[in-house]
């Protein structure tokens, strides 16, 4: 079996685009230290990405000043 240590690189910067002439695929751009990595994904999967990166953020967004924080009850 082979041995593989892997760490994750520090992203960048990232960017998304529609290539003309395959309009049913998405390609995913992202620039770290190392160099950029392409990825191409179907609609479907450019989704379910963007849905996960939204829900992240919203879970690590601050609590805004002085208000409540949504989805803590309080006792």
């Known amino acids: 079996m082979t041995e593989r240590a892997a760490s994750a690189d520090f992203l960048t910067a990232f960017a998304t685009g529609w290539p003309e002439r395959e309009p049913h695929l998405m390609v995913l751009s ?15 999967q450019a989704l379910l990405i963007a849905k996960t990166i939204n829900r992240t953020a919203a879970q690590v967004a601050p609590a805004p000043a002085g208000g409540p924080v949504p989805g803590v009850k309080r006792t």
């Not at 992202?30 to 479907?44: N, S």
Request: aromatic letters at 6%; zero cysteines.
């Open 30 to 44: 992202l620039t770290t230290q190392k160099g950029v990595q392409d990825f191409a994904m179907t609609r479907e």
